[in-house]
């Protein structure tokens, strides 16, 4: 019998303290979801996933859905309904985690471990509200409306600069290091973790309050608009931030719109631009990269030698450079020389050359004995001599060709002790045979 477990209960939204800027750019993702998630990034500790599990509570859905960190595309995007097609022979669409979390929040933590190819999925859904799949025989498009929340610790990894500036806002934790806010924080979640249906209760009037005015801001996004004064300070920031591209002006204009409409104003103000700034220009700023670059170029002197505090700003400004690491030396033993080339014949050689003599002196001997029948002591050495003549006139023919003088085979010859009336072969003669 399978037991049943009962839903983990969730933190208040409204209980988070000394998170401001997180709750405001999550609470402007949930009113437009199309301003393109949040990035969060922080060190561990620093309510991150406590956030985004407490904003899903406030949405209509209230469906929270986490992306692990080794799923597959197919798992994300949906695929082929492996089952329907061998079951009914038929071409169904298994939906994905995009599917699933449409009207709620998509959580990705760790975003920076995530494959490339999965964060261009995820942030193209989120950005345009359609997941749209094209694979396995499969053509479907689904509405894929949701809160995408990536946390990242920045001392994993960083992500490309190119996925960074597809979020549309991000928003940097740091660690508390006020008395009084570290307590507050302390007790409030020892006060959740010994009784949370109590803790939930003093802050239910105002976890309504958020869900309402969720509601009602994404109502009135429509009804709010730009004037020029709006749009003139919003181009300023950008182009005094060196952005990249628009997509820092049509965030901006998008996340100050959602937070006069959370704030149930009137009209989009300076005001608005300027509280939703930040946010959208943390992780856009090239600020520092284009002060830099006049200072290098005029002093070109200092160009060769650049100073500590120039290397160090030039590295972090660099996406992807690693300083280098003093990495241990091992000593190689001396590569041992190849021996010489022996010119000499092969030993294999030397037999099958001393085979080939002693069967030719064999045929010989058999010749003579034949002439002399009974003379054995005589066929004996008639072989032996054969063989040395034979020996002899190989080694002429070699120390020939490569130039050596004559005396030198006169020399072997006389070793051999067949030097006695032997001069050099001529070509087409045989010599008789020889009785020793």
Same mark, same amino acid.
């Given at each position: 019998m399978s037991e049943t477990h009962a839903p983990r209960a969730v933190f208040p939204f409204s209980a988070l303290i000394g998170q401001a800027p997180l709750q405001q750019a999550l609470l402007l993702a949930a009113v437009d979801?199309?301003?393109?998630?949040?990035?969060?990034?922080?060190?561990?500790?620093?309510?991150?996933?406590?956030?985004?599990?407490?904003?899903?509570?406030?949405l209509? =859905?209230?469906? %929270?859905?986490?992306?692990p960190l080794?799923?597959? =595309?197919?798992? &994300?995007?949906?695929?082929?309904d492996i089952e329907s097609a061998l079951r009914d022979a038929s071409v169904r669409f298994a939906p994905g985690l995009l599917a699933k979390a449409h009207g709620g929040? &998509?959580?990705?933590?760790?975003?920076?471990? &995530?494959?490339?190819?999965?964060?261009?999925? &995820?942030?193209?859904?989120a950005?345009?509200?359609?997941?749209?799949? =094209?694979?396995?025989?499969v053509s479907h498009s689904h509405d894929a409306r949701f809160v995408l929340i990536g946390t990242m610790n920045p001392e994993e990894g960083e992500l490309r600069p190119q996925l960074t500036d597809r979020f549309g806002l991000m928003v940097e934790l740091e660690n508390c290091f006020e008395p009084q806010t570290r307590q507050a924080i302390v007790k409030a979640r020892l006060a959740f973790d010994l009784d949370a249906a109590a803790f939930r209760t003093l802050h239910a009037v105002q976890q309504a309050t958020y869900v309402e005015r969720?509601?009602?801001?994404?109502?009135?996004?429509?009804?709010?608009? %730009?004037?020029?004064?709006v749009h003139a300070h919003v181009s300023a920031l950008c182009i005094a931030a060196g952005v990249d591209g628009l997509r820092a002006d049509l965030v901006m204009l998008r996340a100050a719109r959602a937070l006069a409409a959370f704030?149930?104003?009137?009209?989009v103000t300076l005001g608005h631009v300027d509280r939703v700034a930040e946010s959208v220009l943390l992780h856009r700023r090239r600020l520092h990269e284009d002060a830099e670059r006049p200072q290098e170029a005029s002093r070109p002197g200092d160009a060769q030698q650049p100073s500590a505090d120039q290397a160090g700003s030039s590295m972090d400004s660099d996406y992807g450079y690693l300083p280098p690491e003093p990495a241990g030396i091992t000593r190689v033993k001396q590569?041992?020389?190849?021996?010489?080339? *022996?010119?000499?014949?092969?030993?294999?050689?030397? $037999?099958?050359?001393?085979?080939?003599? %002693?069967?030719?002196?064999?045929? $010989?001997?058999?010749? %003579?004995?034949?002439?002399?029948?009974? *003379?054995?002591?005589?066929v004996a050495a008639h072989a032996c001599c054969q063989a040395k003549r034979a020996f002899a006139r190989r080694t002429f023919a070699l120390h020939s060709r490569r130039g050596a003088r004559r005396s030198a085979a006169l020399f072997l010859a006389r070793l051999l002790g067949v030097d006695d009336g032997w001069r050099a072969p001529r070509a087409g003669q045989r010599d008789s045979a020889r009785a020793v």
């Open positions: 979801p199309g301003i393109g998630g949040v990035l969060v990034s922080g060190p561990r500790g620093t309510a991150k996933s406590t956030a985004a599990r407490a904003l899903a509570e406030l209509p =859905e209230g469906r %929270f859905v986490t992306l080794g799923a597959s =595309e197919d798992r &994300l995007i949906g695929t082929l929040v &998509l959580y990705v933590d760790e975003v920076n471990l &995530l494959p490339d190819g999965l964060v261009d999925v &995820l942030l193209d859904a950005a345009s509200g359609v997941n749209t799949v =094209e694979r396995d025989g969720i509601r009602e801001a994404r109502v009135a996004l429509t009804r709010l608009s %730009f004037d020029d004064t704030e149930r104003a009137d009209a590569v041992i020389p190849l021996p010489a080339k *022996n010119t000499e014949p092969s030993k294999g050689r030397s $037999r099958a050359c001393n085979a080939q003599r %002693f069967s030719m002196a064999a045929r $010989r001997g058999s010749r %003579f004995r034949s002439r002399h029948p009974g *003379n054995a002591h005589c």
